[in-house]
């Protein structure tokens, strides 16, 4: 079965750091950029980080720029984002997706509607 299952979210106090996981499966893995996007209520999803196939080429929003980190393990089929000095306004539901698309094209924000594949979400709350 091809799907996106992410997990590893929760609440958090501003200041701190949770990793959110997204296992995949029934495809190849490693042939696929692979990006994190989110959605709070009310608001519009975006696109938060990106990386290739290879995990080498890594990129970020400037509003996570320095604080999240993107990385993937091709023997688990696993992506992962690294979330450090959580700010209140990280607080969203965070979904990983597929791209099909096998290139970055710099100084463009990336079209999330493109991903054709897309998980359940996790729910990242970031609060005191």
């Known amino acids: 079965q091809v799907q996106l299952v992410e997990s590893g979210g929760g609440s958090v106090q501003p200041g701190g750091s949770l990793r959110i996981s997204c296992e995949a499966s029934g495809f190849t893995f490693s042939n696929y950029y692979m990006a994190w996007v989110r959605q709070a209520p009310g608001k519009e999803r975006e696109w938060v980080s990106s990386i290739n196939g290879r995990g080498i080429n890594k990129y970020y929003s400037d509003s996570v720029t320095g604080r999240f980190t993107i990385s993937r393990d091709k023997a688990r089929n696993t992506m992962y984002l690294q979330m450090n000095n959580l700010k209140a306004e990280d607080t969203s539901r965070y979904f990983c997706?597929?791209?099909?698309?096998?290139?970055?094209?710099?100084?463009?924000?990336?079209?999330?509607?493109?991903?054709?594949?897309w998980g359940q979400g996790t729910q990242v709350t970031v609060s005191s």
């Open positions: 997706a597929r791209d099909p698309r096998g290139y970055w094209v710099y100084g463009l924000a990336p079209d999330t509607s493109r991903y054709d594949l």
